[in-house]
């Protein structure tokens, strides 16, 4: 395809998948990327690699009928869309929030395609979910949740076929039952169908950590990438999850201080460095609210609704979700001296914000390059079930930080390639591109 092809085909996407804004916006950065890519491949036009990326191979939507503690029947939507298996097996999360849909699992499993292409191993993408809501449900209530969320996706899912993991609400916990129903229904220990199992149950070590621990390593590299290191600078991590915690842990452990944090209702500011053990405590093992860190720290101070990006830093890495740092919040963190935005959830930065970052000269990493530690490190526990091994943290760490390296230098060089130097965007976006597309056009239409 060509240049001027671009914005009609843009178009025919909106046009065929009404009403799905993210998914819209997720295929615009990717295709706004590739003109000169298309230009060197004509191949990729011609077997319509574009086209056939942006429909999905296989869209599942089912029923998700369960019990609550008072015995009322509740009902909900579950979700899963394998969009690509030209690399490997549909790999990819599931997220469990009230704002799940259609156009969101859309537009994280098309994300998820190209991320999981830049990890170099052998996954293709999906992703699923519900807009089942965890807060304030017992454990009971999860269980029963999952056994029934299960219940439906295991026809659709296998080691060599889709392997789900967690994403927002779904962690360790939520893995074990939607597991235990599998097992149960397939009557087969078939480790490999899900990543993010608990150590003691043929989960890996370093999953938990790897994904939040991959941002802050491709920060490290983008800072040495200009002959910098983290030591001394002061961070800001958006969200207070799995993702959150553990670039916290990370950065702090490259010698950076992470002065600030958040949830959906507000920010903790903590001067002194965000206490790692403390937020664990409060978050992983109590399940409470942020507020209830800072009333246990004498140097932190929680406000309700307030806006992180106006907290000032030289390093930012938005953890929490989609589109929650827009263009205003960009200026904020430009005007305060932010040079290093690396994305740990997925799209968490608005076009106008991403905008805004690439014209002040800020290092960009985009999600599906500087997240991308996490899947990587389900495929390394897809490999230790396979081979029935385990490897220890040391290794396992050591093969994530090389991988993140290795897509560091990867989306460096693609951009420095197709005449877009420090331009991560366009990088990653063509790296992984390129990727896909030749196996497509390998395995013939399909
Ligand atoms: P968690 O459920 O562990 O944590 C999510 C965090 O983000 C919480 O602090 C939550 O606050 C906040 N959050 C979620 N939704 C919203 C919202 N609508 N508005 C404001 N805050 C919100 O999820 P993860 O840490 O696993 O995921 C965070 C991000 O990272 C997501 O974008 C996910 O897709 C991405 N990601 C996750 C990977 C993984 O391995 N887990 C891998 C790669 C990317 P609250 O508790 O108040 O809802
Ligand atoms: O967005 C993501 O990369 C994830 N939620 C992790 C996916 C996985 O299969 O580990």
Not at 11 to 24: I, K, Q, S, T
Not at 52 to 71: K, L, M, S, T, Y
């Amino acid at each position: 395809m060509l240049d001027e092809k671009i914005e009609p085909f843009y178009d025919e996407v909106v046009r065929r998948n009404p009403g799905e804004a993210e998914y819209h916006q997720a295929v615009r950065e990717v295709v706004d990327s590739l003109g000169p890519l298309l230009a060197k491949h004509p191949r990729f036009a011609e077997r319509k690699i574009l086209e056939r990326i942006c429909e999905p191979e296989r869209q599942i939507i089912f029923r998700v009928p369960w019990i609550d503690d008072r015995g009322e029947v509740q009902i909900n939507r579950g979700y899963r869309v394998e969009v690509n298996s030209a690399l490997g097996p549909y790999k990819g999360g599931l997220r469990f929030h009230p704002s799940v849909n259609l156009g969101i699992v859309k537009f994280l499993g098309f994300e998820q395609v190209f991320k999981n292409a830049l990890t170099g191993m052998p996954i293709g993408g999906g992703k699923g979910g519900s807009d089942f809501d965890p807060k304030g449900r017992s454990d009971d209530e999860v269980m029963r949740f999952c056994q029934s969320f299960m219940t439906e996706l295991y026809r659709h899912i296998g080691e060599y076929t889709d392997v789900p993991a967690g994403d927002i609400g779904v962690g360790a916990r939520e893995i074990g039952y939607l597991f235990g129903q599998y097992k149960r229904i397939t009557n087969r220990y078939e480790s490999g169908v899900l990543t993010g199992k608990g150590l003691e149950w043929g989960g890996a070590l370093v999953r938990t950590e790897a994904t939040g621990y991959g941002t802050a390593l491709f920060a490290r590299e983008m800072l040495a990438a200009h002959g910098r290191d983290l030591d001394g600078l002061t961070a800001v991590v958006s969200g207070s999850g799995n993702v959150a915690i553990y670039a916290i842990e990370k950065l702090q452990q490259l010698g950076a201080t992470v002065v600030a944090c958040s949830d959906s209702d507000g920010v903790v500011h903590d001067p002194a460095g965000i206490d790692v053990a403390l937020l664990k405590q409060v978050k992983e093992v109590e399940r409470a609210r942020l507020d209830r860190y800072a009333e246990r720290r004498d140097s932190a101070t929680h406000r309700q609704a307030a806006n992180i990006w106006e907290v000032p830093c030289q390093v930012a890495l938005p953890c929490a979700t989609q589109n929650e740092l827009n263009g205003y919040d960009a200026k904020s963190l430009i005007d305060n001296g932010c040079t290093v935005v690396a994305e740990g959830a997925n799209m968490p930065t608005t076009p106008e914000g991403v905008r805004a970052f690439l014209d002040a000269g800020v290092a960009f990493g985009p999600g599906k390059a500087a997240n991308a530690g996490g899947v990587a490190t389900s495929a390394l526990e897809m490999q230790q079930n396979a081979s029935r091994d385990r490897w220890t943290f040391e290794h396992t760490e050591a093969r994530l930080d090389d991988i993140m390296t290795d897509i560091h230098r990867l989306c460096f060089e693609t951009a420095e390639e197709f005449g877009a130097p420090g331009n991560y965007v366009i990088g990653a976006n063509v790296a992984a591109f390129e990727r896909v597309g030749h196996a497509m056009v390998a395995l013939g239409l399909i």
